[in-house]
């Protein structure tokens, strides 16, 4: 590779911008002029240039070749059908800004449900923009869907013949890079304990440990690495996003597991610890793989299932005798018994892991009954079984975000209102080309006041130096349409390449110069386009200003703030939901116990806007008065919250109530418990939502604890098996309750009240 290359694949990685660019640089010239030249239509010229920079330079979809020819086919449909409405919406200045206002607004909200929307929301509204500011009669339409149909046609043979991007996903790689390195950690722990801890096994499992926290840290920077959740309606893209969460989550218990005093050779704990690793290692493969055979991973799911059901049997019999006195009542609270709580940790840690490995392990085995359905059954929107239909997972996410602390919303809402008061302004004032005055505001509007006036400077600086470069080759040659021509390709390739390779002012200069040429091919008119250029530039700038001004002022970290308090309160009300549940289902005599299942779904939500909301903030400019690191401790810690509780309804979900027994001393120890993890969790919210400290991390209630162990001791001695095993689980629920309990001590230290 030559040192230019080498410089720029530096700068653009996978040189993505470079094969976007030089697609546009061969389709837009020749689609121009076969309406210009051949055709002899300057509105078939128009709208098939813009057409070809809105289907190719704006939009670069990913995934196989096939859902790019859909999703390219679907941009030319939607583009066609705006082109009509927009036209007949151009003559009347209120009705195209009002149309425009809604327009956006749809366009820009409806990204929430799809990275591919998001991805492909400018190419979207331009073939809007273009016609809405362009007035014309009803008679004109043929012609700007003649121009516009002509670039879909040439767009779609472009993506399948030219330097096709190849089928590669990030995300899945790293979660595949991940399920491997946590089952070699995994196997070099089960290793290391079984050597009775020799020194020899000492120096691979640190390096197991240390592999696995990169594949994890990996992983999430895969995650984060766009604007926008990298996730579509596709079965697979939906049920792979979901892998980053619960590996994380899975990170964190190997890691609590591995740092847990009591760690003896329990040979039934570290068969659950084997047979997760064999699953993980499957559900690699398979992610390496498209559509592959599951028999292997549905082998290894069974053995976890029965290593688990063996670990809790074992856990029943290693209990050590009762204390309790003879005659005692079975809720008599005596000494605490350390003895009873060491033999039932290890089981709780093995169910914990098996837990989560089992969520990883199915989730796995989704995406490959996906990828192995047939052209049929895709058509027909077949999910496989347990997976919601594309689209109730639309109307899941999109009602997430009908929210007033929604970054989505507010930026919606912000570019339907500039993009509309663009369009008035620019009809308003008479701009040479209005079009031009929309599309600055759409480039520079962002999450903030501040953030919008850089980008304004940024945006006239570029412009005006396209502008004298653009003066200075007219002043050159004048209107020779021949060397326009020649140099049109070059200048287009500098457009597409410039804002990735050198800066955002960079490409707004190349842009600047390609339309000075573009409309000296039309019309020549010499320098005084770049003159127009720059006076709707101004005018965009002044609209985005203005509207991020009114809108928005404090920005993306206070829109954080708000989604973590939001996220953390409804998760807290979830995890106190599934120990209600547990609750009435292991006691029959207090009915039937609801799903929490509204709260879950609060739950997911929340999470989902906490999500925009952190990537709007690591996208804003400007120093962060809060360390990225503290920030990403929040953010999982709502993970960990909302995984616990779908931990303990999976436990109580296995338990059919119908085993009788005295259990209120129990039951309402869990409840305050869970209460009070709630009660923390809740101040901790509007502490993150109105600034100040936070309570301090709850101590560990060495009492709750012995009042728990004295309720259910006798239950845990009994002869019959469910009785004991009902035990076991509120022991467990407990557990899962301390361990968010011990999740405070990371999260209180980090310092929210610097998000204000």
């Not at 020799?198 to 999430?220: G, I, M, N, P, T």
């Not at 098996?354 to 192995?372: C, P, Q, T, Y």
């Not at 639309?394 to 500039?418: I, K, M, P």
């Not at 004298?468 to 070059?490: D, F, K, Q, R, S």
Request: net charge negative; charged share 20%.
């Amino acid at each position: 590779m030559n040192r230019p290359l080498q410089w720029l694949a530096q700068r653009d990685s996978g040189l993505v911008a470079l094969r976007r660019a030089g697609r546009v640089a061969i389709v837009m010239p020749a689609m121009f002029a076969l309406g210009e030249e051949v055709i002899g239509n300057a509105t078939v010229a128009t709208f098939a240039a813009f057409g070809s920079i809105a289907m190719l330079l704006f939009a670069d979809f990913g995934g196989p070749l096939r859902e790019r020819l859909q999703a390219e086919a679907s941009l030319a449909v939607v583009g066609a059908a705006f082109v009509c409405l927009a036209t007949l919406a151009s003559h009347s200045v209120w009705l195209a800004a009002a149309t425009m206002a809604l327009v956006g607004f749809a366009v820009i909200f409806a990204g929430v449900v799809s990275s591919v929307l998001a991805g492909a929301t400018t190419s979207l509204l331009l073939p809007f923009i273009l016609p809405v500011t362009l007035a014309a009669p009803v008679s004109a339409v043929p012609d700007r869907l003649a121009g516009w149909g002509i670039a879909a046609g040439a767009s779609l043979i472009a993506v399948a013949l030219l330097w096709p991007a190849p089928a590669h996903d990030p995300l899945r790689g790293a979660a595949a890079g991940a399920c491997r390195a946590l089952a070699s950690r995994l196997r070099a722990e089960v290793a290391y304990m079984m050597s009775d801890k020799r020194e020899s096994f000492v120096r691979d499992r640190q390096r197991a440990f240390a592999q696995s926290d990169d594949a994890v840290a990996a992983l999430r920077r895969a995650f984060l690495a766009t604007p926008y959740r990298p996730t579509s309606l596709g079965t697979v893209a939906r049920v792979t996003v979901r892998l980053v969460d619960e590996l994380s989550w899975l990170d964190t218990i190997v890691v609590e597991s591995a740092q847990s005093i009591d760690r003896t050779p329990n040979h039934t704990v570290r068969a659950v610890e084997i047979a997760s690793a064999a699953v993980l290692e499957r559900g690699a493969d398979l992610l390496g793989a498209v559509g592959g055979d599951c028999a292997e991973l549905h082998t290894a799911l069974a053995e976890l299932t029965d290593a688990l059901r063996s670990m809790e049997e074992h856990a029943l019999v290693a209990l050590p005798p009762s204390r309790e006195p003879a005659g005692a009542p079975p809720n008599s609270a005596e000494e605490p018994d350390s003895e009873l709580v060491s033999s039932l940790d290890p089981g709780f840690r093995a169910q914990e892991l098996g837990f989560a490995v089992s969520r990883v392990g199915h989730n796995v085995d989704l995406i490959a009954a996906a990828e192995r359905r047939s052209w049929l059954e895709r058509a027909l929107g077949r999910q496989p079984e347990g997976l919601a239909g594309t689209l109730t997972a639309a109307q899941e996410r999109a009602s997430a975000h009908v929210d007033r602390n929604s970054v989505w919303l507010h930026n919606s809402v912000r570019g339907a209102v500039g993009l509309a008061l663009a369009v008035f302004v620019g009809n308003q004032t008479g701009a040479q080309h209005s079009f031009w005055v929309v599309l600055g505001t759409l480039s520079v509007l962002r999450s903030n006041a501040l953030s919008t006036g850089q980008n304004v400077l940024r945006a006239l600086s570029g412009t005006v130096v396209g502008f004298i470069i653009g003066a200075a080759i007219l002043a050159a040659i004048g209107t020779n349409e021949t060397l326009l021509w020649l140099l049109l390709p070059p200048v287009i390739l500098l457009a597409g390449v410039a804002p990735a390779a050198i800066s955002f002012a960079a490409g707004q200069a190349a842009f600047t110069l390609t339309l000075v040429f573009v409309f000296n091919i039309i019309e020549p008119t010499g320098w005084r386009v770049g003159l127009y250029r720059v006076e709707d530039i101004a005018l965009g700038c002044a609209v985005s200003l203005i509207v991020g001004l009114l809108f928005w002022p404090r920005g993306a970290r206070s829109a954080l703030r708000r989604a973590l308090a939001d996220a953390y309160r409804d998760s807290a009300d979830y995890l106190a939901g599934a120990v209600s549940f547990g609750m009435l289902r292991c006691d029959p005599s207090t009915g039937s116990a609801p799903s929490p299942s509204e709260l879950a779904a609060r739950a997911t939500g929340a999470t989902r806007r906490l999500d925009d909301a952190f990537r709007a903030f690591l996208a804003e400019r400007g120093a962060k008065p809060i360390a990225l690191a503290d920030v990403t401790s929040l953010i999982t810690g709502v993970g960990g919250l909302r995984l616990a509780a779908d931990a303990v309804l999976d436990l109580w979900q296995r338990e059919d109530g119908s085993i009788g027994g005295e259990r209120t001393a129990a039951r309402n120890e869990l409840l305050r418990s869970s209460e009070l993890v709630k009660d923390w969790y809740e101040d901790f919210a509007h502490s993150l939502a109105n600034g100040g400290e936070p309570q301090a991390p709850l101590p560990h209630d060495r009492a709750a604890d012995e009042r728990l162990l004295a309720a259910v001791r006798h239950d845990l001695h009994s002869e019959n098996a469910s009785t004991s095993a009902t035990a076991v689980r509120m022991i467990w629920t407990g557990d899962h309750l301390d361990a968010v309990r011990r999740q405070e001590l990371v999260l209180a230290p980090s310092q929210p009240g610097d998000l204000g």
